[in-house]
């Protein structure tokens, strides 16, 4: 099993629809969680880090659930500007020499927004 | 507030050469750096990471080394380029706090041919 899975899409919406990605993790010893949003041939940029007790910033909404080890974000009125591939981050596992954890990615999830 | 800056941005290489990829960082200190590479429509691979000058772990076995001479400074090399390590390289650094994002430059795309 991955450390982190998510659908690869592409999940194609219509603007200004709600649509909803999920991402689960194998390592229930995980402590941080992030959303990062990665626009074709770009880099990644972090979008928000994911609190226990869900957080929100404008249109978007990202959540944890611990005991099923998921998370989620969810954008709400989609824009043509929202098109991109979206990456689960989790600190999975630790580092070999320093005990610290690595964050570790997700493959993404691509949104296509469509006027 | 801090930048992070990464060169080229693109390469284009023969194989059998070497390389060397430059990241620097601005306006924090004694950040963890990160390399990372991406392989087209794949995930991120954690190449190597450095808590300190000098200090440099590899998560992997490849072709690849780093090197962190000063504290703001980290450089990705190789003696001799393989085909296979053509992909997207990722510079990142975070704080020292166990639960810190990363914050990545805008990546080097490297071709070996």
């Known amino acids: 099993r991955k450390e982190v899975e998510q659908d690869p899409g592409p999940f194609n919406v219509p603007e200004g629809a709600t649509v909803a990605f999920n991402c689960t993790y194998s390592?229930?010893?995980?402590?941080?969680f992030f959303w990062y949003r990665q626009d074709c041939r770009k880099e990644p940029k972090l979008l928000m880090s994911v609190y226990s007790s869900g957080n929100e910033d404008g249109r978007f909404t990202a959540q944890l659930n611990r005991a099923s080890q998921y998370i989620s974000l969810l954008i709400r009125d989609s824009k043509l500007s929202d098109s991109a591939t979206y990456l689960c981050v989790v600190n999975a596992y630790p580092l070999r020499d320093t005990g610290r954890r690595a964050l570790t990615f997700g493959s993404g999830t691509r949104l296509q927004v469509q006027p | 507030s801090q930048t992070i800056h990464q060169w080229p941005a693109t390469l284009v290489q023969p194989v059998g050469s070497p390389l060397s990829l430059e990241c620097t960082v601005e306006?924090?200190?004694?950040?963890?750096l990160y390399w990372y590479r991406q392989a087209a429509g794949r995930g991120l691979q954690l190449l190597f990471y450095?808590?300190?000058?000098?200090?440099i772990s590899s998560e992997v076995p490849q072709n690849l080394s780093a090197s962190r001479p000063q504290d703001r400074q980290f450089i990705l090399s190789s003696k001799k380029l393989l085909l296979s390590d053509s992909g997207f390289y990722l510079c990142a650094w975070s704080d020292r706090g166990q639960n810190s994002p990363l914050h990545f430059g805008n990546g080097t795309r490297l071709t070996v041919t």
């Open positions: 306006g924090t200190s004694n950040p963890n």
């Open positions: 390592n229930s010893a995980s402590q941080s």
């Open positions: 450095s808590v300190g000058i000098g200090q």
